[in-house]
């Protein structure tokens, strides 16, 4: 089992900056890919961005690439999503996700992850 917390979300102005934070305890996270996604109200859940188990591969969806960073520290079983020039359409509830399977490879699809936050709210105002 494993069990993922997020934190960090809120209300932000366009522009402005926020890191979420995604702590895992229970399973080992060190093995573990992260993914970060988000859900708009009425509309499906949809991936961010992934990071592999050791943090030397990343993924991101292109409507975030060069405003959002994934990175991890293992020592603290914490991943983390630094967004940056954050504008409305990034008002989401943001969740985070584990994919146990191991290896290098990171995904993208919502089917692919084992387990999942309860989500932190993203608000951004224009």
């Known amino acids: 089992q494993v069990q993922l917390v997020e934190s960090g979300g809120g209300l932000v102005q366009a522009g402005g900056s926020l890191r979420l934070s995604c702590t895992s305890s229970?399973?080992?996270?060190?093995?573990?890919?992260m993914g970060w996604f988000r859900q708009a109200p009425g509309k499906e859940r949809e991936f961010v961005a992934a990071?592999?188990?050791?943090?030397?591969?990343?993924f991101y969806a292109d409507s975030v690439k060069g405003r959002f960073t994934i990175f991890r520290d293992n020592a603290k079983t914490t991943a983390y999503l630094r967004m940056n020039s954050l504008k409305p359409e990034d008002t989401a509830v943001y969740y985070c996700?584990?994919?146990?399977?191991?290896?290098?490879?990171?995904?993208?699809?919502?089917?692919?992850?084992?387990?999942w936050g309860q989500g932190t709210q993203v608000t951004v105002s224009s």
């Open positions: 990071i592999n188990w050791s943090g030397g591969s990343t």
């Open positions: 996700a584990a994919d146990v399977r191991g290896g290098n490879v990171v995904y993208v699809q919502v089917g692919a992850y084992d387990y």
């Open positions: 229970g399973r080992t996270f060190n093995s573990n890919a």
